[in-house]
């Protein structure tokens, strides 16, 4: 076993788990239905467009939303118009929309003076930015938006009490029925992502007091939550695989040092996970945020900008050389459909 690969704790995950699910099964009682039908591969297909953020000049206010084509080419502004943070995009399974998080203003999203700038909440759009329509509609920020396999539903994260506390919730598409499937306090749950078959949503979950962060799975009703990793460091951005077998997610392995890379490990957590990247050391060359292939066979990730590789972690290069780029999603394509020009 390698030296930077620390050993899952039992002990920790189960008082994790024991302070969590007493609220979880609270929740349950009241019979919360999932929001899943069946699987329409999510999100399985031929590769299409990345989605991702540019920061305008590293200004955290001001980035936009940006596609282009695996090999670099087609580099597309879905969000020109927009002069507030539009971020963390994800591709539905069919590849037809984008749904993030933005704080532009309007007339549900009003400037809050103390913030210096209005709520984030959920939007979804076109592939090509067009049909803008605001999903989340409140007082409080909300993030990291990502896709039920059927489209119906969406999974995000609220920060109820302050800027540090959030929980899970899933709503309809047109912003109805809002579940919250954690209800967990002193602990947050973050980056939500649905599997393939719709059975389960992996997270990143944190105690409020602590500097870790841990990967779990929940269902969509939200019961059986289960961590798959228990260590003192930060395990986060998880992704699954298009089958559905393993979970991609970035890793400072060594305490105490901004040393991210990027590691697979199964979907059950059942052995360690393995390092794809190496390099970083907190000087930017970090590797952050992986997401597969709709082909299972490469994943994009970032360190200031973007880079594929081969799912074996081979084969590492960029796509937009020196253009800054984070939080990557890859469009699924249709087998009957063309796909994005690749290398």
Known sequence: M??????????????????????????????????????????????????????????????????????????????????????????????????FWSTRTGRDNRFVPALGRADQEIFVMNA?????????????????????????????????????????????????????????????????????????????????????????????????????????TVEAAPDWSPDGKRIAFHWNATPHIEDFEVYVMRRDGGSPPTRLTTGGGGDGSSSFNPAWSPDGRKIVFNKGELFTMRADGSRQKPVLPGFDAHHPDWQPVPEDARAADDD
């Open 2 to 99: 390698s030296s930077l690969i620390r050993p899952l704790r039992p002990a920790l995950v189960a008082a994790r788990l024991k302070r969590v699910l007493v609220v979880v099964a609270a929740v349950c009682v009241g019979g919360l239905a999932a929001g899943v039908g069946p699987t329409l591969a999510a999100f399985p297909g031929q590769n299409g467009k990345i989605v991702f953020t540019h920061f305008d000049g590293g200004n955290e206010k001001k980035s936009d939303i940006y596609t282009v084509s695996p090999n670099g080419r087609h580099l597309r502004n879905l969000t020109p118009d927009s002069r507030a943070a539009d971020d963390f995009a994800s591709w539905s399974a069919d590849g037809r929309k984008i749904a």
């Open 128 to 232: 090509d930015g067009s049909g803008l329509r605001q999903v989340t509609k409140n007082e409080v920020d909300d993030g990291g938006p990502a896709w039920s396999p059927n489209g119906d539903r969406l999974v995000l994260h609220r920060f109820v009490d302050d800027i540090d506390h959030a929980d899970l919730i899933t709503v309809r598409v047109n912003g109805t029925g809002e579940r919250n499937l954690t209800r967990s306090p002193r602990i947050s749950e973050r980056d939500g992502v649905w599997s393939p078959d719709g059975r389960e949503i992996v997270f990143m979950m944190r105690e409020d007091s602590g500097l870790g962060a841990d990967i779990a799975t929940i269902r969509p009703d939200g019961s059986h939550l289960r961590a798959l990793t228990a260590t003192d």
